[in-house]
């Protein structure tokens, strides 16, 4: 499992709407326009990404780093992007996110009151979710 600090998740449907984001305490919160802008940017700037690479079969970006964060990125086979902000330098976050895919897969889209491609208000999810961001913080922070 991961090691670090997750400050915030995004989960992108394929057309680039933003169907669900969590906030873990990040010093810059954001309110909904800011989610919702992030969200279409992140999915413009890894369709660009896929398109403008040199080399044949670039799936797109998986991970950006920036100076105080990194933004690490798993997209499904469908098309859906998880993306997560953490601390700078973590580790095993591709890991993390196919954890965050599985609950995905195991707990929205087998829910028969789930409507493809809408936003995401699964309490099941929710709280399994919170659940693995939790380990991951107590394994780094002792807390």
């Given at each position: 499992?991961?090691?670090?600090?997750?400050?915030?998740?995004?989960?992108?449907?394929?057309?680039?709407?933003?169907?669900?984001?969590?906030?873990?305490?990040?010093?810059?919160?954001?309110?909904?326009?800011?989610?919702?802008?992030?969200?279409?940017?992140?999915?413009?700037?890894?369709?660009?990404?896929?398109?403008?690479?040199?080399?044949?079969?670039?799936?797109?970006?998986?991970?950006?780093?920036?100076?105080?964060?990194?933004?690490?990125?798993?997209?499904?086979?469908?098309?859906?992007?998880?993306?997560?902000?953490?601390?700078?330098?973590?580790?095993?976050?591709?890991?993390?996110?196919?954890?965050?895919?599985?609950?995905?897969?195991?707990?929205?889209?087998?829910?028969?009151?789930?409507?493809?491609?809408?936003?995401?208000?699964?309490?099941?999810?929710?709280?399994?979710?919170?659940?693995?961001?939790?380990k991951d913080r107590v394994a780094l922070l002792g807390?």
């Open positions: 499992m991961a090691l670090a600090a997750i400050y915030s998740l995004f989960i992108i449907n394929k057309s680039g709407g933003l169907i669900y984001y969590k906030d873990y305490g990040s010093a810059g919160r954001m309110d909904t326009n800011d989610s919702l802008r992030l969200a279409s940017l992140w999915h413009s700037m890894h369709a660009i990404s896929q398109q403008l690479s040199p080399v044949p079969g670039c799936t797109g970006i998986d991970l950006l780093q920036a100076h105080n964060f990194d933004l690490h990125c798993f997209q499904s086979l469908t098309g859906t992007k998880f993306f997560v902000v953490c601390e700078t330098g973590a580790q095993n976050m591709e890991a993390l996110l196919k954890v965050i895919y599985e609950l995905y897969t195991d707990l929205v889209l087998k829910n028969p009151f789930y409507e493809m491609e809408m936003p995401i208000r699964c309490e099941l999810f929710d709280l399994n979710l919170t659940q693995v961001i939790q807390r």
